[in-house]
């Protein structure tokens, strides 16, 4: 088992910023990939970025890019999302996800293994 507990989202203007942590538990934290995820109101789940256990390459998807920026630590069992220059439409709730390591990244939710219970972002214009 991991546990996952996101936190860092809140209300936030367009063009802000704003900095998601994720603490991971349970299991070893560099045996899996991790990703997030965001689902707004009506809308399905949609993968936002994701790193490979070692933290040596990353994705992520192109509305986010040059904008979200995905990371870890692996001494601390910690995964963060810097969000720069937020636009309305990255209003959401945010998952933290972990996927046990297959040598690839996974933009698929269904492929992580588990889950945070996820942390509001709301983007005001």
């Known amino acids: 088992q991991v546990q996952l507990r996101e936190s860092g989202g809140g209300l936030v203007q367009a063009g802000g910023s704003l900095r998601l942590s994720c603490a991971a538990s349970g299991r070893t934290f560099t045996a899996y990939a991790m990703g997030w995820f965001r689902q707004a109101p009506g809308k399905e789940r949609e993968f936002v970025a994701a790193?490979?256990?070692?933290?040596?390459?990353?994705i992520s998807a192109d509305s986010v890019k040059g904008r979200f920026t995905i990371s870890r630590d692996n001494t601390l069992n910690t995964l963060s999302l810097q969000m720069n220059s937020l636009k309305l439409e990255d209003t959401a709730v945010y998952y933290c996800?972990?996927?046990?390591?297959?040598?690839?990244?996974?933009?698929?939710?269904?492929?992580?293994?588990?889950w945070g219970q996820g942390t509001q972002v709301t983007v005001s214009s």
């Open positions: 996800a972990a996927n046990l390591w297959a040598g690839r990244l996974s933009t698929t939710p269904h492929e992580y293994d588990y």
């Open positions: 790193i490979r256990p070692s933290g040596a390459f990353t």
